[in-house]
């Protein structure tokens, strides 16, 4: 029993770290696009293997150096004396000596088979009274005195709290446009800015570069909602009722919102391979 | 007093423990299959009954029925006799149950893979198999029940208490929630809906773990424990208490499977708590096993039965620890939709039930054959490959589950989602499907070790098929009295039998008769409707493809949940018109509540052509054969009529005009396809040469998926 625990422990530890490695190797790797999926995949499938093989052969090795080392330590009288964990689960259990279970046993035989009289493990009652009392107690606070939220007050507080920490956060904004007089930014900074948004946010309808997957392709001149500053920005605001293009005002502040507008019209024009054929009406720029 | 000799029966146990072994490795090499198409999706070879949706079912079913559950019937044909000193009570009836079962597998066998299914998971084999089932479990029974009557032993066994507790309560459960309308010969739908239905469900999923997979295994463990140890039982009051507490308590436990979900609060608090005070109960099991061995330990470290058994009973004690723990509502925040439940049901199916099914194998071949273990150096590579396999499946899932969790919920500074798109949770922990899948490889190598040593074993045997044993008769007209009060119920079999159906009802009444009758546990909301006739065919194109198996359909009240799904959070009132019910328990892939109306006709057209196109890096199959496959508006009439008797509000009459509806639904779907600006469905249709029609499976399911939990977004449209 000892050795199967000590086994799995190791190799669990191993396992684990052996884990970590695959988790990081593959974060690394995905952001290197050079190598196929395929490739990649195959790489990774034959570093699983290597490892997990790696790891059963360490296994067993540790575990046999384990065992001649327990074995070397001990004295003679060490491996007649119970250890620590044995005397303390004996007295747990109100174990009775083994050389008394004679008197323990009942007139029951079955097959063969022959029961003691023992009592039951007094950790074992505690337990069962604990998990008892644990119980009551937790319905009578969820139920009876209702002093602990239950869910749907749960995400009422989660969502109060989201709220307010964005209120926060928007607390010192200025805003000097709305959504009819807003305009184009090209700084730099804020155009990064509503990239950064789009390709972590709108990238997985738009893609990332914007040619188009489950939305629009927005590269091109051709627009279901129209394709001025105004009309973009209107979109993001407001969402686009029946579609998936829901509405983000509760969720970006107005600034952000030009930030993302302004770099989706910098990608008119782009042209990116795969993007999808023209949707909506054309749509010209007025100089 | 005189002697009566007889015989006992060991022919049928050696059948089924054939079944066992044969249908042990059917079952876990198409767990192996659907665990390798988690990173090698093209492993269904494009075709549709290999696919993961229609073959998860068939490995679960496999494993829990056939090979558990030969298992289970070898174990206790070969126990019963000897422990109540009695032949089987009928010759025949052992055999109609042994080639009864064996039918029912092989039925399963075939209809999962064709599509057939409830989709109840552990319950997903049609009404015909279902009465079947019911048969030839009465025929066990009666089997069972008619030995115990004609024993030779005055009192029952502990081992027995547990075989009744399971014959009782497995009939129990499987009859209430297999409750369905016929709607075709192999097709049905559940008489209960939505949150009736789920509760159901999992009261049955729940219990099926308890009394197909727990109990009788505890009874076989109080069996084949203290014979392979030649070991007194440790205590017999332990076995009284931990029997009657674990029936009366598991049946409770149901709920926690659907904790965060719309199943009203009071059950969900009952699930967990029940669940909680199930820790000590299960324990008792594994302590009375443990110290059983007292002892006996040196042995443990030369016997490859008792070796099987001591980490059977530990991976028990560690997967009904872990249970509850699961069943505390944050901890199953994080763990629920997971793979942590994946690695959570393998320590006990292949730690537990495995193992201690290896353990009686490699105690009863011999004993069976009259002969020693050809050899126990296999035995022991079985051990290790075994353990080690349990432990690489396991430890890579564990991770898989709680950083995939942590993945879903995590918001960034600014207040969104870091990992928006659902897909880069999954190709996250594709390495670790790929370190579970070799697991599961040492677990099944280990298991082909096994045949082969058995087969040997029993080669250089010869069988004893009636074993000759002899014992005094009962008298029945002698009237026994005194004795402790547990005594005395154990020589009183049928009385024993009424108690523990008394125990096991309890919990499932409380649960289900308020849910059932009272009106305020599942809120109406007004703007629900009954769903198109083109959704219906639709929706049972969802079932048939098992897409439940991988999609969940609850969203659970997290921030993290409503923002990634983009609407509410589920409302029981929102499932009255789902026969059966479809949350699901595992998202391999997104939730699908609020996908109506969140993409275009267009692209779940592409989606189902190649998800790659649309999602790149999804695992999901394709599922070209929706495009040239078609419903058949027949059995529209019938559907309506099946689901009006069971309460969906259609109209009188309304059948005679629904393939009309259905007609005029399908052609506005098509219409929108074709005048796509992708021009997606003519180039798939000049591709592939096929003609995309009306009738297509594919624009009955896109009707469905875009119905999808769209009928409250009408009510807050009114509200405002």
């Known amino acids: 029993m000892s050795i199967i625990t000590h086994f799995k422990r190791k190799t669990a530890v191993l396992l684990v770290a052996g884990l970590m490695l695959l988790g990081t190797k593959t974060y690394a790797q995905s952001s290197n696009s050079a190598l196929s999926q395929e490739t990649m995949l195959y790489i990774t499938l034959g570093l699983v293997f290597v490892v997990s093989i790696l790891v059963l052969l360490v296994a067993i090795y540790v575990l046999q150096l384990l065992k001649i080392f327990i074995k070397k330590e001990m004295t003679e009288e060490q491996k007649t004396q119970p250890s620590w964990w044995a005397k303390l689960w004996a007295k747990w259990n109100a174990f009775q000596p083994m050389e008394e279970e004679e008197e323990l046993l009942l007139d029951h035989d079955y097959d063969g088979i022959k029961e003691l009289d023992n009592h039951l493990p007094p950790w074992w009652k505690g337990l069962f009274y604990v998990t008892i009392v644990y119980s009551v107690i937790y319905l009578l606070v969820f139920h009876v005195f209702k002093t602990a939220p239950l869910q749907d007050e749960e995400y009422e507080l989660e969502i109060a709290a989201a709220e307010a920490l964005k209120a926060n956060k928007e607390a010192d904004l200025v805003i000097d446009f709305d959504e009819n007089t807003v305009t184009v930014t090209d700084d730099p900074a804020e155009l990064a800015d509503g990239q950064k948004f789009f390709e972590q946010q709108c990238s997985i309808c738009h893609k990332a570069d914007g040619g188009g997957l489950a939305g629009p392709n927005l590269t091109d001149k051709y627009w279901r909602n129209g394709g001025s500053i105004t009309d973009v920005y209107k979109v993001i605001k407001n969402g686009v009722p029946n579609t998936a293009m829901i509405s983000w005002e509760g969720q970006l502040n107005p600034l952000r919102m030009r930030n993302v507008a302004s770099y989706v019209l910098s990608l008119q024009g782009t042209n990116p391979p795969g993007a999808l054929p023209p949707d909506g009406e054309l749509y010209e720029p007025e100089n | ?720």
């Not at chain 2, 297509?696 to 009408?714: F, P, V």
């Open chain 2, 1 to 720: 007093m005189e002697l009566e000799q007889f015989r006992y029966d060991n022919k049928i146990v050696k059948y089924f423990a054939i079944a066992t072994v044969i249908f042990g490795i059917i079952g876990m090499l198409v767990g192996l299959l659907i665990a390798t198409q988690l990173f090698l999706p093209q492993l269904n070879f494009g075709i549709q009954y290999t696919t993961f949706g229609r073959i998860r079912p068939l490995h679960t079913n496999a494993v829990i029925f056939a090979f558990v559950g030969n298992a289970m019937f070898a174990g206790v044909y070969y126990s019963m006799q000897r422990l109540l000193k009695a032949r089987m009570f009928s010759d025949l009836l052992s055999w109609i149950h042994f080639w009864g079962w064996q039918l029912i597998i092989l039925a399963a066998a075939i209809t999962l893979p064709l599509g057939y299914t409830t989709s109840k998971e552990y319950a997903e084999l049609e009404w015909p198999i279902d009465i079947a089932i019911t048969l030839i479990w009465v025929v066990f029974g009666i089997n069972m029940i008619g030995t115990i009557l004609k024993r030779r032993e005055r009192h029952m066994y502990v081992a027995i208490w547990f075989y009744i507790a399971t014959f009782v309560t497995v009939a129990v459960l499987h009859v209430v929630n297999s409750f369905e309308i016929p709607v075709t010969f192999l097709k049905s739908y559940s008489w209960y809906a939505g949150v009736q239905d789920a509760l159901v469900q999992w009261w049955y999923g729940h219990n099926a773990v308890a009394f197909f997979l727990t109990t009788p295994f505890l009874g076989l463990m109080y069996y084949y424990l203290p014979k392979a140890a030649n070991r007194p039982v440790y205590s017999y009051k332990l076995s009284i208490i931990h029997f009657w507490s674990l029936i009366f308590i598991y049946i409770w436990a149901g709920p926690h499977h659907l904790l965060y979900t719309s199943l009203p609060d009071w059950a969900q608090s009952l699930g967990t708590v029940f669940s909680v005070m199930l820790i000590a109960p299960s324990w008792g099991g594994m302590l009375n096993g443990l110290l059983t061995l007292r002892g006996a330990w040196d042995r443990v470290r030369e016997d490859p039965v008792l070796k099987f058994m001591v980490v059977a009973v530990t991976a028990y004690g560690m997967a009904t620890l872990e249970g509850p723990l699961l069943s505390i509502k944050n901890i199953n925040a994080i763990a629920h939709f997971t793979d942590w439940i994946i690695a959570h049901v393998h320590v006990g199916g292949l730690g537990w039930n495995g193992f201690i099914i290896f353990g009686i194998l490699y105690w009863l071949v011999p004993k069976m054959w009259g002969t020693k273990l050809w050899s126990t150096k296999a035995a022991n590579v079985h051990f290790w490959l075994g353990t080690l396999g349990i432990i690489v499946y396991a430890l890579p899932l564990y991770t898989a589950g709680v950083v995939q969790s942590l993945m879903w919920k995590n918001f960034n500074a600014e207040g969104f989602l870091e990992y928006p798109n659902f897909l880069e949770t999954v190709t996250q922990i594709v390495p670790m499907y790929m370190m579970r899948a070799i697991g599961g490889l040492l677990y099944f190598t280990g298991v082909i070790i096994m045949a082969v040593n058995l087969v040997k074993t029993a080669r250089q045997g010869s069988f004893i098929a009636n074993e000759a044993a002899e014992a005094p008769a009962l008298q029945k007209k002698k009237k026994v009295v005194g004795g402790y009060w547990h005594n005395r119920l154990e020589r009183k079999p049928v009385f024993f039998t009424v108690l523990v159906l008394v125990a096991i009802l309890i919990g499932g009444v409380v649960e289900m008769v308020p849910t059932f009758l009272i009106k305020s546990n599942i809120p109406t909301i007004a703007s629900v409707q009954p769903y198109t006739p083109l959704e219906l065919h639709g929706r049972d194109i969802y079932i048939r493809e098992g897409c439940n198996n991988c999609h969940s359909q609850m969203v659970r009240p997290f921030r993290s949940e409503t923002v990634r799904y983009k609407g509410e959070y589920s409302k029981a009132g929102e499932f009255v018109y789902d026969h059966p019910f479809l949350w699901g328990s595992k998202r391999t892939g997104p939730d699908l509540h609020r996908v109506g109306g969140a993409y275009n006709n267009t692209w779940h057209f592409n989606h189902m052509v190649d998800p790659t196109s649309t999602s790149p890096g999804s695992i999901m199959p394709p599922y070209p054969w929706l495009y040239t496959q078609s419903i058949d508006p027949e059995l529209t009439a019938g559907k309506i009529k099946a689901l009006r008797t069971v309460g969906v509000p259609y109209e009188e009459g309304y059948e005679k005009v629904a393939n009309a509806e259905l007609k005029e639904q399908a052609t506005q779907i098509l219409k929108d396809l074709e005048e796509d600006p992708s021009g997606s469905l003519r180039s798939y249709e000049a591709l592939n040469e096929v003609k995309i029609s009306e009738s297509s499976e594919i624009i009955a399911l896109i009707a469905y998926l875009q119905r999808l939990g769209t009928d409250i977004k009408a009510e807050s449209t009114e509200n405002k």
